[in-house]
């Protein structure tokens, strides 16, 4: 599998993903359709499906243009989303598959950001949309801090932890501050913080990551960590953990 990450609006990111064997492509979350015609024009592809991972119009900003550009063109989201995802023709639910030629990618309903969010996971990889970022999650929009850490810890977290993260945004070095204010004695932060600082240096996206780096150094996966739990004063259950930590990154500045 090749996956093209192809930067979007100020600091969103849409993905080709290619299958090698037939040449099938899948466009996951054309926030715009510009620079996603352009990478597909670049690389003398077209896509075949387009994989929403919530109804955000940064994130599905791009495919009426796309539609109109390739006939026939599926366009698939959650069933939560069946009015709120334009020009959708397929409807899922937790566990369905979508096929990208030889390619498999099952639906990961992981409500928490919007209440139709998706996580489309498959061939080593997970395309995690707005529900996790490296090193952080999107804010609570429509779910509650239970879906999130679900979503999160259990349905996400139930991957390999060699599993490749794609997320949605280009948040990663804000997000490791957030995190090294959590728990500044962690060098793993420390050092996540700096390679990530490094790579945007160079004009490079952070993306992608692994689980198993998330489990590591994401706050939001790591409720149960003394120092987390200590920098947000929460004495609770590790949702009402993530409900601190949630409110705490809301409010924090770098």
Do not use: Q
Request: aromatic residues 6%; negative net charge.
């Amino acid at each position: 599998m090749r996956v093209e990450i192809v930067p979007c609006l100020s600091d969103n990111y849409a993905y080709l993903v290619l299958c090698p064997s037939t040449g099938a492509v899948a466009v996951v979350d054309p926030s715009e359709a510009e620079p996603v015609l352009d990478a597909l024009a670049r690389l003398g592809v077209a896509p075949s499906v387009v994989l929403a991972t919530h109804h955000h119009p940064d994130h599905v900003g791009g495919i009426p243009a796309l539609a109109a550009k390739f006939p026939g063109l599926r366009v698939v989201a959650h069933a939560h989303d069946r009015d709120r995802v334009p020009g959708v023709t397929r409807l899922v639910e937790h566990g369905d598959e979508e096929a990208v030629g030889a390619l498999r990618f099952r639906a990961l309903h992981v409500p928490g950001h919007t209440l139709g969010a998706v996580a489309w996971s498959g061939e080593g990889a997970v395309f995690t949309g707005d529900t996790m970022f490296l090193g952080g999650c999107g804010r609570l929009f429509e779910g509650t801090p239970a879906m999130m850490h679900r979503s999160l810890n259990e349905t996400i977290g139930s991957l390999s932890p060699e599993t490749k993260v794609y997320c949605g945004h280009e948040y990663t070095v804000s997000n490791l501050k957030f995190a090294l204010h959590l728990e500044p004695g962690s060098a793993v932060v420390r050092e996540a913080l700096a390679a990530a600082e490094a790579r945007r240096a160079a004009g490079e996206p952070t993306v992608p990551g692994t689980l198993a780096h998330e489990r590591a150094t994401n706050p939001f996966m790591r409720c149960d960590a003394e120092g987390v739990r200590a920098a947000v004063k929460a004495d609770g259950d590790d949702v009402a953990v993530l409900a601190a930590v949630r409110l705490a990154k809301d409010h924090f500045r770098a």
